[in-house]
Structure formats: C-alpha cells, structure tokens
C-alpha cells in the first residue's frame, strides 16, 4: 500500500512515545510505502485536492529517525490511504484542512479518519451523544448556570471546547474563593463556551485511554495517572501512564460507542474513561499506542495497520 500521513513537523515527533510513528513503523515492517504531508502542503487546484508528498523511510536509528526521499505533488486519490495525524489545536485550518479532505474524499480518497467526523465531533462536546455513560455534564459560556450547576454539584471540573493537553482545565469546588475568575477567565466574560462536568474522585486511579480500532478496543487502556497534588492525569502535564487491561466496565462503554463512532467513519479513536465515566471522545490524533506496547507487548499499531488493510481491501 502507498500511505500518506498527514503530520506535524517530523522534528516535533517523540518517536518513544508517537503513535503515528509506531503505526508507520508497522506499516514499513509489512513493505508499505510511507509518505509524509504537511497540513499546508495540502491545496485545491481548479477543484482538484492534491497535496505536496514527500518519499519517508525509517532508519531505525532513535535521533536521526527518518530519511526523506523524493517530493512531488500528487492527487490524494493516488495513496491507498491518506491519514490524518495533525495534532490540535482545532482551529481554523484545521477546519479548512477537513474541506479540502473532504472534496478529495469526493474524488477518490480514502481518508482516516474521515473528514467530515473529525470536524463534527468536538472532542469534548461529542460525549453528549452517549449520557448514559457520562456525569452530570454542562455546556454553556453563562456564568449564572455555571454558578448554578456548581451548587447543585459541589464539586466540579471546568474545561475549554477546544483544549488538549490538559490545558486551561480548572477544578472548582463550591465553597472556592476564585469561582468568579476561573468562569470569567475560562468563558472569556461569556464569549466563550465551556463545559463543565460532575468532578470524579477516581481520577487518583488514573484517566484510561482507551483505543477503538474499527470500532473495536485494543484489550488494554493506558491510565494517566496524576502526579501529587494534581487532578488532572494527562502526560503533558506530568501524569504517569500505566497501561492495564480493561475493565467490565470500560469494555461496555466501548462496545456500545465503537460500532457507531466507525460507521461514521472514525476508525482510530480514543475514548477518555474516569472510573466508570466517559468524558471525552478523542478523533483528530489519538495517541497512548507506543506506551501500552512497551508495557504490554500487544501491538496496538498492528491492530490499526489490519484496520487499515481490511479497509483499502474492502474498496
């Protein structure tokens, strides 16, 4: 297969721990040829989606990763596969990104995952298709029910629409004296939406990523684990990752969520589970791939590459 992945600058790429580097790396060990592009290497020409596609090779060595070979401009349609592994933030371009693989998607490509389901589904907002799963949840940019679901609550955790990493997430408690600046800070004075959701005590055990491939879970999840005096778990924030099998319950929350988010076209996705709750539905890069091979052995990126083969197969 000919596969083109859609990434950030190869310099930025923590191989150790980069899933869409372990994944190429499957790739390439089966004698597929890989192919990088830059988000801004893909244009539209007289209404024709092609992009600027560079020959990748990997070298194996763990500093000088890559070697890159020929470039030239080809349609999307001519890969067997064009994966989008751009990372957030999700704005604009991003946006504009999914136009343009979504016209190409028009005219023969075959994108992963698909265009229109990155853009429709806010990674934070799309928990709100799946309640039973979920906490008491809140969006709005009104400090007023922000106030009220907090005395109704307790104990809450606010958060951006558009955050990653970890970032901008705040952690209220009622009888907090900084409530009114976190609401005005984090809504930016009521322009800007923000959810807000129950506080779940088991965060100390970890926030559990779990992967669906094919709208099925890899059988292991990675928890992230918060470092002292922390709540939130996320590894760029400090958090431990700890890969674990499944459990009961995570493996219910993904076999009710994998079978519909994979008819919409989402084939790698990664579900944010807290205890027994989902909190967030993760499309545009999910990672965790790499951590829970190394400590498991089960090779994650191998389920992904058979997803992707049965897929181009499939026509």
Partial sequence: MKLAFVLDPLDHIKTYKDSSYA?????????????????????????????????????????????????????????????????????????????????????????????RALRDNNEKFSITRFVPFTVPTLVTRLESEIRLFLDEQRDIVLKPLDGMGGTGVFRLHSEDHNVGVVIETLTQYGRRTAMAQRFIPEIVKGDKRILLIGGEPAPFSLARIPKAGETRGNLAVGGRGVAQPLSPRDREIAEAIGPVLAAEGMLLVGLDVIGDYLTEINVTSPTGMREIMDQTGFNVAGMMIDAVEKVVKSG
């Fill in 23 to 115: 994944m190429m790396e499957e790739a390439a060990r089966r004698g597929h040829e890989l192919y990088v592009v830059h988000q801004e290497e893909i244009l539209c020409r007289n209404g024709a989606v092609s992009a600027v596609a560079t020959v990748l090779e990997l070298t194996g060595d763990k500093k000088a990763w890559y070697a890159l070979g020929k470039t030239q401009e080809s349609a999307l349609s001519e890969f067997d596969a064009v994966l989008m592994r751009k990372d957030p933030p999700f704005d604009m371009e991003y946006v504009y990104s999914t136009y343009l693989l979504e016209l190409a998607e028009r005219q023969g490509a075959r994108i992963i995952n698909r265009p």
